[in-house]
C-alpha cells in the first residue's frame, strides 16, 4: 500500500521535520526549496506546504490525490482559487506570520515621514547640515487602519503607546481591543477626514482592488500620510502619484505597488515626500518557525483527527 504524502516546498530545520513526522509517522515526508526534489511527487501529495505555479497542471489533475495545501505566503489573491474550490481542495494561508514585521514597518515609515528621518539619510549622504523644517510629532494624533487584521490589530496595540486615536475600517465592522471606534468598509469615505495618518494592510480582492484613487485622497487630510503594506492593486498608483504632486497628501510609506520591481522612470522615487521598501516589510527570522509552529502543525492536528485545519482558512467566495 503506498504511503501518504506530505510536500514541503520550502527546506526547513531538522527540529520540525522530526515535530511533522512524530504527528505523521507513516507518511512519507518531501521537503526542499529546489524544484527536483518535490515537482516529481506532487501527484500523489494529499498535504502540500508552499504553492507554486507550476503545480496547476499536477495538482488539478484526474490522477490528483491532493486534499489541502497550505500557503508559505499571507496573501492568496495570486493563487487560482476558483479550482480548489471546484476540485474541493482545502487552503489555508500563512496569515498572522506577519503581524510583527509588518506592524514594526508601519510604524517606522510613520515616523519616518513624521520626523523626516528620510531626508536627513539624504542629507547625510550629501554631508549636508540642515534642519529641514522638521516640526511634526506623532503623538497623540489620528490613525485609520483599513484592514483590522492579525497585522491591523498588532500596529493598533503599538499606535496606543503613542496615545493615539486609532480609528478601524473591516468588512464586518466589529469592534476590537485597542480600536476606538470601528466602522464597516461602506464608511471609509467617512473616515479618512479624521485621519492624521492612513494605513492600508488590506488584501487584495475584487472588493478592495484600486479601492483607494483620486476621490479618497482628495477626502484626506493635506497633512495626512498614506501608508501601503497591503497590495500594490488596492491602490490607483497614478491617482497617488498626482496627490502627492498636488499636496493633496503630505506624503507616503509604500512597500507595494501596481507592478512590482517599481519601473525606474516612476516619479516615486524622486518624491522628497515618500519612502519606498521593494515589498519587504513582512521579511523577518522567525517566518519560518511561526509558519510550521503557530499555523501548520496545529492545523495538520486537526486534519489527522479528521476534524478540518481551522488557522486561516481561506473563504473562497471572500477571497482570503
Same mark, same amino acid.
Given at each position: 500500500?503506498?504511503? +501518504?504524502?506530505?510536500?514541503?516546498?520550502?527546506?526547513?530545520?531538522?527540529?520540525?521535520?522530526?515535530?511533522?513526522?512524530?504527528?505523521?509517522?507513516?507518511?512519507?515526508?518531501?521537503?526542499?526549496?529546489?524544484?527536483?526534489?518535490?515537482?516529481?511527487?506532487?501527484?500523489?501529495?494529499?498535504?502540500?506546504?508552499?504553492?507554486?505555479?507550476?503545480?496547476?497542471?499536477?495538482?488539478?489533475?484526474?490522477?490528483?490525490?491532493?486534499?489541502?495545501?497550505?500557503?508559505?505566503?499571507?496573501?492568496?489573491?495570486?493563487?487560482?482559487?476558483?479550482?480548489?474550490?471546484?476540485?474541493?481542495?482545502?487552503?489555508?494561508?500563512?496569515?498572522?506570520?506577519?503581524?510583527?514585521?509588518?506592524?514594526?514597518?508601519?510604524?517606522?515609515?510613520?515616523?519616518?515621514?513624521?520626523?523626516?528621518?528620510?531626508?536627513?539619510?539624504?542629507?547625510?549622504?550629501?554631508?549636508?547640515?540642515?534642519?529641514?523644517?522638521?516640526?511634526?510629532?506623532?503623538?497623540?494624533?489620528?490613525?485609520?487602519?483599513?484592514?483590522?487584521?492579525?497585522?491591523?490589530?498588532?500596529?493598533?496595540?503599538?499606535?496606543?503607546?503613542?496615545?493615539?486615536?486609532?480609528?478601524?475600517? +473591516?468588512?464586518?465592522?466589529?469592534?476590537?481591543?485597542?480600536?476606538?471606534?470601528?466602522?464597516?468598509?461602506?464608511?471609509?469615505?467617512?473616515?479618512?477626514?479624521?485621519?492624521?495618518?492612513?494605513?492600508?494592510?488590506?488584501?487584495?480582492?475584487?472588493?478592495?482592488?484600486?479601492?483607494?484613487?483620486?476621490?479618497?485622497?482628495?477626502?484626506?487630510?493635506?497633512?495626512?500620510?498614506?501608508?501601503?503594506?497591503?497590495?500594490?492593486?488596492?491602490?490607483?498608483?497614478?491617482?497617488?502619484?498626482?496627490?502627492?504632486?498636488?499636496?493633496?497628501?503630505?506624503?507616503?510609506?509604500?512597500?507595494?505597488?501596481?507592478?512590482?520591481?517599481?519601473?525606474?522612470?516612476?516619479?516615486?522615487?524622486?518624491?522628497?515626500?515618500?519612502?519606498?521598501?521593494?515589498?519587504?516589510?513582512?521579511?523577518?527570522?522567525?517566518?519560518?518557525? +511561526?509558519?510550521?509552529?503557530?499555523?501548520?502543525?496545529?492545523?495538520?492536528?486537526?486534519?489527522?483527527?479528521?476534524?478540518?485545519?481551522?488557522?486561516?482558512?481561506?473563504?473562497?467566495?471572500?477571497?482570503?
Amino acid at each position: 500500500m503506498q504511503k +501518504r504524502k506530505l510536500v514541503i516546498t520550502q527546506t526547513i530545520e531538522q527540529k520540525h521535520i522530526d515535530q511533522i513526522k512524530e504527528i505523521v509517522p507513516g507518511w512519507e515526508l518531501v521537503t526542499g526549496k529546489e524544484k527536483e526534489i518535490w515537482q516529481d511527487q506532487l501527484i500523489d501529495a494529499e498535504i502540500i506546504v508552499g504553492w507554486r505555479k507550476l503545480m496547476e497542471e499536477y495538482c488539478f489533475s484526474p490522477d490528483s490525490k491532493l486534499k489541502w495545501v497550505q500557503t508559505w505566503s499571507a496573501g492568496v489573491d495570486s493563487l487560482p482559487l476558483k479550482d480548489f474550490d471546484a476540485n474541493s481542495i482545502l487552503l489555508s494561508s500563512a496569515n498572522g506570520v506577519h503581524a510583527y514585521p509588518i506592524s514594526e514597518t508601519i510604524l517606522a515609515l510613520m515616523l519616518g515621514l513624521t520626523r523626516k528621518i528620510h531626508t536627513y539619510v539624504r542629507n547625510q549622504q550629501e554631508k549636508t547640515w540642515h534642519h529641514a523644517g522638521i516640526k511634526l510629532e506623532m503623538h497623540e494624533k489620528t490613525i485609520g487602519i483599513i484592514g483590522v487584521g492579525a497585522i491591523g490589530k498588532e500596529t493598533a496595540k503599538i499606535a496606543k503607546a503613542f496615545g493615539m486615536k486609532v480609528l478601524g475600517v +473591516r468588512h464586518s465592522g466589529k469592534p476590537e481591543d485597542y480600536v476606538d471606534e470601528m466602522y464597516a468598509t461602506d464608511k471609509l469615505d467617512a473616515v479618512l477626514p479624521q485621519c492624521d495618518y492612513v494605513v492600508v494592510t488590506l488584501p487584495l480582492t475584487k472588493d478592495t482592488n484600486r479601492l483607494f484613487g483620486a476621490k479618497q485622497f482628495i477626502a484626506m487630510k493635506s497633512s495626512a500620510f498614506f501608508i501601503n503594506i497591503g497590495r500594490g492593486e488596492i491602490v490607483v498608483e497614478e491617482e497617488l502619484i498626482n496627490a502627492l504632486q498636488n499636496g493633496e497628501i503630505a506624503g507616503a510609506g509604500l512597500d507595494v505597488f501596481e507592478k512590482e520591481p517599481l519601473s525606474t522612470n516612476s516619479p516615486l522615487w524622486d518624491m522628497e515626500n515618500v519612502i519606498i521598501t521593494p515589498h519587504t516589510s513582512g521579511s523577518t527570522e522567525y517566518y519560518t518557525e +511561526r509558519v510550521i509552529e503557530d499555523i501548520f502543525i496545529p492545523n495538520l492536528k486537526n486534519y489527522i483527527s479528521d476534524t478540518q485545519p481551522s488557522i486561516n482558512r481561506v473563504n473562497f467566495s471572500k477571497g482570503y
